[in-house]
Nanobody, 122 residues
């Protein structure tokens, strides 16, 4: 069965960095768009970044220049390098997979992980 397992979350001070990972299994990873979403307390879930099967990347404006999404198809793993973190980046971060390109703009994706918590203190 399909599994997406996130790791790498934690607590960091503003200006710090974290690297999230998402290990995927149970489907043809390389042919799927992968994305990172986040949900802060009291807010709606939002797409943060996506990477298509051809490696094309997209980011929400608030993280451009600070976050980098990447994928390793040999390891079936998705990454999110987060630099210059801000308190407003505090949220539960989820990875997701979908066969549609540009998948980070969608609300409902085919597969979801359980999430990893990122807390940024000022």
């Amino acid at each position: 069965h399909v599994q997406l397992v996130e790791s790498g979350g934690g607590s960091v001070q503003a200006g710090g960095s974290l690297r999230l990972s998402c290990a995927a299994s149970g489907y043809t990873y390389s042919s799927y768009c992968m994305a990172w979403f986040r949900q802060a307390p009291g807010k709606e879930r939002e797409g943060v970044a996506g990477i298509d099967s051809d490696g094309s990347t997209n980011y929400v404006d608030s993280v451009k220049g600070r976050f980098t999404i990447s994928r390793d198809n040999a390891k079936n793993t998705l990454y999110l390098q987060m630099n210059s973190l801000k308190p407003e980046d505090t949220a539960m971060y989820y990875c997701a997979a979908d066969p549609r390109d540009y998948c980070y703009v969608y609300t409902y994706l085919e597969h979801w992980g359980q999430g990893t918590l990122v807390t940024v203190s000022s």
